[in-house]
Structure formats: structure tokens, C-alpha cells
């Protein structure tokens, strides 16, 4: 199975830039839909951003669209979460994730992933 590890969270400014990648091992992401998760004090994880294997489909969470894109580098093993215009909304810890299905609808689900890395917190400041 696969091992995911995010890194790039930290603390950033209302209005600037945070990239996060996620780095996997032990299985090659090419076999995966790779999703990008989110979760706030007290409140239910949601979708931030996926893609399906091939890279070229890809679904935003409302709350991030035209603001956030997500990319996958299969010969890195490593998915990115570019975050732009960040907004004290944002804050949360930021976990990434493996869909071994793949299909129309999982690739959108939270519930399809089962492979998750231990998250990397976002902090936001006004």
C-alpha cells in the first residue's frame, strides 16, 4: 500500500501564496486518484481538490475554486496543492489521500480514500 507524507504548511498571510506537496512511497501514485482534504477545528473534513490518474480531470471544493489547483508529478511520486489568495477561512489541517477506485464518482468522494498521510497545518494570519 501506499505511504503519503505532506510537508509545506506553516503560516502565510491573508491574500499570499502556500504550495504543499505530498510525497508518497512504497507503491507508485499512478495507481491512484489523489485528493487533497481539509478539516477545521469543529467541523467535518471536506474536499479541497482531486484528480483522477491521468491528471487531466480534476474537482475543487466551492469554497476554493479559482484560488487553489492541484497537480500531480508521477515521476516525482508527488502530488502539489498550490493555495493562492489564501483567506482566514482557510486555516485547517491539510491532509492528502489515495482513491485506489478511480472512477466518475470516487475521485469526488472523501469516503473512496483509503490511504491518508498525517496532515500538515495551514495557519492564516489577517
Known amino acids: 500500500q501506499v505511504q503519503l507524507v505532506e510537508s509545506g504548511g506553516g503560516l502565510g498571510q491573508a491574500g499570499v501564496s502556500l504550495r504543499l506537496s505530498c510525497a508518497a512511497s512504497?507503491?507508485?501514485?499512478?495507481?491512484?486518484?489523489m485528493g487533497w482534504f481539509r478539516q477545521a477545528p469543529v467541523k467535518e473534513r471536506e474536499v479541497v481538490a482531486t484528480?483522477?490518474?491521468?491528471?487531466?480531470?480534476?474537482y475543487y471544493g466551492d469554497s476554493v475554486k479559482g484560488r487553489f489547483t492541484t497537480s500531480r508529478d508521477n515521476a516525482q511520486n508527488t502530488v502539489y496543492l498550490q493555495m493562492n489568495s489564501l483567506k482566514p477561512e482557510d486555516p485547517a489541517i491539510y491532509y492528502c489521500?489515495?482513491?485506489?477506485?478511480?472512477?466518475?464518482?470516487?475521485?469526488?468522494?472523501?469516503?473512496?480514500?483509503?490511504?491518508w498521510g498525517q496532515g500538515t497545518q495551514v495557519t492564516v494570519s489577517s
Open positions: 489521500a489515495a482513491d485506489p477506485l478511480d472512477n466518475y464518482y470516487s475521485y469526488r468522494t472523501i469516503t473512496s480514500y483509503d490511504y
Open positions: 512504497g507503491r507508485t501514485i499512478r495507481s491512484y486518484a
Open positions: 484528480l483522477r490518474r491521468s491528471g487531466g480531470t480534476t
